[in-house]
């Protein structure tokens, strides 16, 4: 069992950055797409940010000019740096790894909470 661990939450200020983490247990090449979402009480889990083999990345029109999701297919780790990050930004953040079957693992999620 493929396991997705996220780290690297906290409590940062607005206009303030982060860098989350996505370690994948096994190779990261088993997947279709790796993608972080996002959730905030009381609304839906949400696309924030897709990673792809080939072809360039995707993000959500919120985050577009602020969040860049990258990896590193050494150590099967995918992050997001967020950057001039905002109070709409606090949720649990978590990582979904595609396979070719459509089927996904998810991670366990970490908080982001943007606050002053």
């Known amino acids: 069992q493929v396991q997705l661990v996220e780290s690297g939450g906290g409590l940062v200020q607005p206009g303030g950055s982060l860098t989350l983490s996505c370690a994948i247990s096994?190779?990261?090449?088993?997947?279709?797409?790796v993608s972080w979402y996002r959730q905030s009480p009381g609304k839906q889990r949400e696309l924030v940010a897709s990673?792809?083999?080939?072809?360039?990345?995707q993000y959500a029109d919120g985050v577009k000019d602020r969040f860049t999701i990258s990896t590193n297919t050494e150590l099967n780790t995918v992050y997001l740096a967020m950057n001039s990050l905002k109070p709409e930004d606090t949720a649990v953040y978590y990582c979904?790894?595609?396979?070719?079957?459509?089927?996904?693992?998810w991670g366990q999620g970490t908080q982001v909470t943007v606050s002053s």
């Open positions: 096994g190779s990261i090449f088993r997947y279709t797409a």
């Open positions: 979904l790894g595609r396979e070719r079957d459509g089927s996904g693992d």
């Open positions: 990673v792809f083999p080939t072809g360039p990345s």
